[in-house]
């Protein structure tokens, strides 16, 4: 039997516009749409095809508002067992560091986690570190940038994509985490059973002091990094017409030169 945690996420929809509070510049989630992230999906399909090749269990765990109970659902009508949602107003403006703390407490509560899949970065922050943190602090060895992995008796094995489009074969003794890319699978659709069968599911919900921490932890007070000033993109322009009358190439040329392209 495979024990199986899934992180996701709660991320405004990357078609709204979004952007950052003007209070302390960080992301307004109020403004944007909600949906659970897509790279998240795919990592909870790959949860639930590793437990449908055998025997297994599926929790998904999310650290969010209130609000993030709607992407929780998601995942649980996909076919997901059970939930952890870690929701409290300490956590607002929390960096990678205290997100990582937090996510390997609320782990620490599962009895006998197997195997940890999350997605390599999620899209309203794009860090791509909490998977290597989560390792660290959780003491597991990590398994990134996955775009296959199979599951054989107690040890892992996966694909692993570089920046130079070439492969790397790993492969690890669990309990071990792993991230994966865009590229794993293609989630699958929730059905409508799957959808009223999510309503019943059990959904445990957890503040920082239930995780054993303490609101001087986490926080954009305690964060190591926070934005000081922000300002809104400027409006696209029409662009510059260059009537050609025999000297077209040199009117590009120099506004290229302007511009500091060439």
């Avoid at 990357?14 to 949906?35: C, P, Q």
């Avoid at 775009?147 to 003794?173: C, M, P, Q």
């Avoid at 662009?239 to 025999?246: I, S, W």
Wanted: proline share 4%.
């Amino acid at each position: 039997m495979t024990n199986i945690v899934v992180l996701v996420k709660q991320v405004p929809d990357t078609y709204s516009e979004r952007k950052l509070t003007e209070g302390d510049h960080t992301l307004d989630r109020e403004s944007a749409d909600a949906v659970l992230d897509e790279i998240n999906e795919r990592a909870v399909e790959e949860a639930l095809k590793i437990k449908e090749a055998g025997e297994g269990e599926v929790t998904v765990l999310c650290v969010g508002p209130d609000r993030a109970t709607d992407a929780i659902r998601k995942a649980l009508s996909m076919g997901a067992d059970k939930a952890i949602h870690v929701s409290d107003e300490s956590l607002h403006g929390s960096d990678i560091l205290a997100t990582a703390k937090v996510i390997a407490a609320a782990i620490g509560r599962v009895e006998g986690v197997d195997l940890v899949i999350a997605g390599n970065e999620s899209s309203d922050g794009g860090a791509g570190a909490v998977p290597a943190l989560l390792a660290e602090l959780l003491g597991m060895p990590q398994l990134t940038y996955a775009h296959h992995l199979t599951v054989e008796g107690t040890s892992i094995k996966v694909d692993r994509e570089t920046a130079d489009e070439g492969i790397t074969h790993l492969e690890a003794n669990l309990p071990a985490v792993v991230s994966v890319t865009e590229k794993i699978n293609e989630p699958r659709y929730p059905s409508f059973k799957g959808i009223m069968a999510a309503k019943k599911k059990p959904v445990e919900t957890l503040t920082v002091a239930d995780l054993g921490l303490d609101a001087s932890e986490v926080g954009l007070d305690n964060a190591w990094s926070k934005v000081t000033e922000a300002a809104p993109k400027p409006p696209r322009t029409a662009g510059e017409k260059v009537e050609d009358d025999g000297d077209g190439g040199v009117k590009i040329a120099e506004y290229l030169v302007g511009q500091k392209l060439i």
